[in-house]
Structure formats: structure tokens, C-alpha cells
Antibody, heavy 125, light 107 residues
Framework: EVQLVESGGGLVQPGGSLRLSCAASGFTFSSYEMNWVRQAPGKGLEWVSYISSSGSTIYYADSVKGRFTISRDNAKNSLYLQMNSLRAEDTAVYYC??????????????????WGQGTLVTVSS | DIQMTQSPSSLSASVGDRVTITCRASQSISSYLNWYQQKPGKAPKLLIYAASSLQSGVPSRFSGSGSGTDFTLTISSLQPEDFATYYCQQSYSPVVTFGGGTKVEIK
């Protein structure tokens, strides 16, 4: 069974840092691209970042570029999000999501077939 | 970035109703369009990928159509478990964007 379990969320002051982790199991983690997606309280979904299966290709949303860093450790089946210079507007539930960019050999682009349960990050003084 | 606009933002419907949700992209995205369902306090669930392909395990009352800039998600006969918020998402660009969501409520 595919499982994604996020951790590391919590309360942090503006300007502070936090590192989120996502532990993957039930599939060959090193074969899949991964993403972080967030959802502010009562709001819609916002994609945050993407990392390729090897870690060689990375993309960020403009809203987090220069402040957040995505990384992965395929030996540990883990995905990370280092968040620095946090702002109130970063307050959200953060989800890790598995990316299926190809189905039966057909490229479909970033599509998220499994999600974790989410971890809440609150930025407040 | 590609902007995704969903309409309506909310709707009220009864069990058994046919429901249609629309998603429009700010530029052509071919068929690189996905639909998700999200229930309160839960992670989103992939329903439809590549505009019209049903994700494994999703009931056949859900269907998707469209290409280019205009897309629709249709629920042929609304069931009690379908009351949720639905999001479209473009997968054309490496910078992924979601629509604002459509909340389907009980009439």
C-alpha cells in the first residue's frame, strides 16, 4: 500500500525556518517525481515545488522561490522541504504528493495520484 | 504562469442530479488537465487525468471532457458521497496551477 507521511510542521515566528519531511513507503520511491502542495486555511490548493526522481530537476512556485528548498534522499525514501524566511502567508497545510507524469507510456504531465495526510505550518508571532 | 478559472465557485444540487463544473485555462493546454475531489480535512483525490481518463477506482459517474482552453467535469448522478470541493489542475507547464475550486453542496 502506498503511504506518504508528512512531519515537521508546527508554529514558527515570522522570519523563522522549518524543515518538513515526507516518508514514503509501498512503492519504489526512487522511480517517482515528487511535489509539495499547500492549502491555506479555508483556501484552495497551491502547488509549491517539484523534484525529479533523481533530484536533478527542481521547480518552485514564484511565491516561495529563493526561500524554500526541496530535496530528497532516495536511500531513505524521504522527501524534504526546507522553508526559510517564513511569512504569515506561508501558513497552510503542506502535502507531499506523488507525481505520475506518464501513464502506459503516454506523457500526461504532473498529476498527483497519492497524497499524504498533510502537516500544518503556522507562521505567527 | 497559466491561470485556471473554475465556475461556478459553488453550487447546490440534490442526490441524483447531473452536475457540470467548468474549468478554463488562460492559454491552450492541450489535454493536460486533471480533476481532484477534496472532502473537508482530507487530502485531495485524483479523479480524472489527461482531461478525460478516469483514475483507477473512481466511479464511472465521473467523466471529463475538453481540450485546448475549455474543460468540464460531469457527475452524471450525484451521490451523497460526492458532496465535496472539486479542483482542476493544469499539467501542461512545469509550474503547476490549480483552479480556485468548486464546492458542491446539498440542496
Amino acid at each position: 500500500e502506498v503511504q506518504l507521511v508528512e512531519s515537521g510542521g508546527g508554529l514558527v515566528q515570522p522570519g523563522g525556518s522549518l524543515r518538513l519531511s515526507c516518508a514514503a513507503s509501498g512503492f519504489t520511491f526512487s522511480s517517482y517525481e515528487m511535489n509539495w502542495v499547500r492549502q491555506a486555511p479555508g483556501k484552495g490548493l497551491e502547488w509549491v515545488s517539484y523534484i525529479s526522481s533523481s533530484g536533478s530537476t527542481i521547480y518552485y512556485a514564484d511565491s516561495v522561490k529563493g526561500r524554500f528548498t526541496i530535496s530528497r534522499d532516495n536511500a531513505k525514501n524521504s522527501l524534504y522541504l526546507q522553508m526559510n524566511s517564513l511569512r504569515a502567508e506561508d501558513t497552510a497545510v503542506y502535502y507531499c504528493a506523488r507525481d505520475i507524469r506518464k501513464v502506459r507510456g503516454v506523457i500526461i504531465g504532473s498529476s498527483f495520484d497519492y497524497w499524504g495526510q498533510g502537516t500544518l505550518v503556522t507562521v505567527s508571532s | 504562469d497559466i491561470q485556471m478559472t473554475q465556475s461556478p465557485s459553488s453550487l447546490s444540487a440534490s442526490v441524483g442530479d447531473r452536475v457540470t463544473i467548468t474549468c478554463r485555462a488562460s492559454q491552450s493546454i492541450s489535454s493536460y488537465l486533471n480533476w481532484y475531489q477534496q472532502k473537508p480535512g482530507k487530502a485531495p483525490k485524483l479523479l480524472i487525468y489527461a482531461a478525460s481518463s478516469l483514475q483507477s477506482g473512481v466511479p464511472s459517474r465521473f467523466s471529463g471532457s475538453g481540450s485546448g482552453t475549455d474543460f468540464t467535469l460531469t457527475i452524471s448522478s450525484l451521490q451523497p458521497e460526492d458532496f465535496a470541493t472539486y479542483y482542476c489542475q493544469q499539467s501542461y507547464s512545469p509550474v503547476v496551477t490549480f483552479g480556485g475550486g468548486t464546492k458542491v453542496e446539498i440542496k
